[in-house]
């Protein structure tokens, strides 16, 4: 497979990796637009969020994510706030076709962010 985060969360390509359970894994983005900001992505493959299905499996795996979100922040020292992104398709300007969520903090966060 030539998906980029496919290889990160099988260990093929190094990564700064700060939260890895069985389901996903959290790494530090290589251009950051924040203090903190980390990627969080399941190990699974999902073009993007629309590849979601409703599933419950796909529901566990979603929740699962979700629920860990505040784990990392706190690793992280977001004790004030983050932001949690995810872009999808085109449009929502995703450039990397594989699920993903930014995870963001460090500052505060402008509004409108595009």
């Not at 992104?85 to 505060?108: I, P, S, W, Y």
Request: hydrophobic share 35%.
């Amino acid at each position: 497979m030539s998906c980029i985060f496919c290889k990160i969360a099988q260990k093929e390509i190094p990564s700064d990796i700060v939260y890895e359970d069985e389901e996903i894994v959290c790494f530090r983005d290589l251009e950051p637009q924040a203090p903190v900001h980390v990627l969080i992505i399941p190990k699974k493959h999902y073009e993007s969020l629309d590849s979601v299905t409703e599933s419950g499996e796909d529901k566990e795996l979603l929740g699962h994510l979700m629920a860990k979100v505040h784990v990392i922040a706190a690793r992280l020292g977001l004790e004030n706030g983050y932001r949690l992104v995810n872009n999808c398709g085109e449009d929502g300007m995703q450039t990397v076709k594989h699920l993903h969520f930014h995870l963001l903090g460090g500052r505060q966060m402008g509004w409108p962010p595009g």
